[in-house]
Structures are given as structure tokens and as C-alpha cells.
């Protein structure tokens, strides 16, 4: 029977070394997250923004919405594979750390292609009625994971992509000690996706583990 490798650190810089590379900004935008402690974990593995680099080059992708920026990592990485007339909404409440996302974004000289909307994402998905992407990145508030889900269904164009990052919640939602409203939370989420027959879904475990939906 098949089985999965444990990535080992060993491993993983194996891989690091023979993978694609992290182009300079967002190099910095991870060590600029490591100077801010603990919320560091917000940010995707590195591993995640080179599997949104290829899909978003094998799947032709050109309109991506993202919900949940932070200070740009995974924002940065679909930009940069976006082709040069490709666009990209960025939702996120904090006005702060999306200011130091929009900086980043010019550092890398993507700015042309993104679009940042500064307010909770409900409402600026809300206002969104007439527009549709080929992909949608949900990585805000888990709590409100499947509202988004809902959302991004009517403004994705068939066959289009929705990604929703954390979903194996480290590990958590396998276990069944742990009974936290944020577990059984994604719990559900999970098992409302599986049986969603308006999608056909494959979860990864790279990071915190994402499911890709493709929109039938
Ligand atoms: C996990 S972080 C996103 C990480 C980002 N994708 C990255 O790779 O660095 C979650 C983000 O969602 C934002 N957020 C949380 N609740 C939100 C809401 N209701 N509306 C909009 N953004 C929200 C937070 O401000 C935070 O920046």
C-alpha cells in the first residue's frame, strides 16, 4: 500500500534546495513575519504559495479573490504567477497589516494587479454581486468559512477553483479529543464540502492542509 513521507526538516530543505524558489519579497515578508512573534503562524507555508504558483500557471487562472491577507505572503505568490493582465481583489479587516502587505505588493512591482478592499469581508463580498474569478483563497476567520464558501460559489466562474486553507486545523479535526467550537467548526465545514455536489474536492496536506474545490 502506498503512504505518505513524514517531511522531516532534513527532508524539507532537501526539497527547498531542488524546488522552486521564493522570489525576494516574499523572503521578506516571511522574515518580516518572524519579527512578529506568535501571529507569524498566520502566514501559508511556503510550500502552499508554490503549489498556488503552479496551479494558477497549469490552470490558466487570470481573476483570484483572496479573503484573509495578512501582510501579503499568499497574496504576493498568486500575483506573481498571475499573468501581467491578471487581477487580484484582497479582502481583510486590518487596516494595519494591509497597509504592510500594499508595500510589499510595490516592493515586488505587482501593485498594477491587486486591488485591496479594507473592511470585514462579508461586506465586501456583499458588494461584489457582478464580479467573478476563475479562483478564490479563503484564509480569514474560520468561524466564518462556510459563508464564505457560499459567497465564493456565486462569484466563480465554472470550473473555476476555491481553496480554503486550515482545513486539518493542526491535525485536530482527526482526533477526537479535541471537541473546541474552532475544531468542530472545521469539522463540519469538511463534511459539508465532501457532500457538496456542486464541487469535486481534493484536500492537501501541505501547511495547515487545504481543500481545492473545483467548481462543476
Ligand atoms: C490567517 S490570516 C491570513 C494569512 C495570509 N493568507 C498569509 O498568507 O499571510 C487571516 C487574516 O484574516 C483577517 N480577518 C479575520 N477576520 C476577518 C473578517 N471578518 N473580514 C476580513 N478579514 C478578516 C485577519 O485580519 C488576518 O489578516
Known amino acids: 500500500m502506498g503512504a505518505n513521507l513524514d ?3 532534513k527532508l524539507q530543505n532537501y526539497i527547498n534546495k531542488f524546488g522552486l524558489k521564493l522570489n525576494p519579497v516574499q523572503q521578506e515578508i ?12 498566520m502566514q501559508i507555508d511556503p510550500t502552499q504559495c508554490h503549489f498556488l504558483h503552479l496551479i ?20 504576493l505568490s498568486i500575483s506573481l504567477a498571475l499573468p501581467e493582465d491578471g487581477k487580484l481583489v484582497v479582502l481583510d479587516k486590518n487596516e494595519e497589516t494591509s497597509k504592510i502587505a500594499q508595500n510589499f505588493f510595490k516592493k515586488a512591482n505587482q501593485n498594477h494587479k491587486i486591488t485591496t478592499i479594507i473592511k470585514p469581508a462579508s461586506e465586501s463580498l456583499n458588494d461584489m454581486k457582478n ?3 476563475d479562483m478564490v483563497f479563503i484564509d480569514a476567520d474560520k468561524m466564518n468559512y ?3 464558501y457560499e459567497k465564493s460559489l456565486g462569484l466563480i466562474n465554472q470550473g473555476g477553483l476555491i481553496i480554503i486553507d486550515n482545513v486539518l486545523w493542526h491535525g485536530e479535526v482527526a482526533d477526537v479529543k479535541y471537541s473546541d467550537k474552532y475544531t468542530i467548526n472545521i469539522r463540519e465545514f469538511n463534511k459539508f464540502v465532501c457532500e457538496d455536489k456542486r464541487v ?16 462543476l
Do not use: H
Not at 500557471?57 to 497574496?75: D, M, P, R, Y
Not at 469535486?200 to 467548481?215: A, S, W, Y
Open 7 to 9: 517531511i522531516t526538516d
Open 30 to 41: 516571511i522574515d518580516y513575519n518572524k519579527t512578529l512573534g506568535d501571529i507569524k503562524r
Open 56 to 75: 494558477i500557471k497549469i490552470s490558466n487562472i487570470k481573476n483570484v479573490l483572496e479573503i484573509g491577507t495578512f501582510t501579503g505572503l499568499s497574496a
Open 131 to 133: 464580479q467573478k474569478f
Open 146 to 148: 462556510k459563508k464564505y
Open 200 to 215: 469535486e474536492q481534493v484536500i492537501i496536506p501541505l501547511g495547515d492542509g487545504m481543500t481545492v474545490c473545483r467548481v
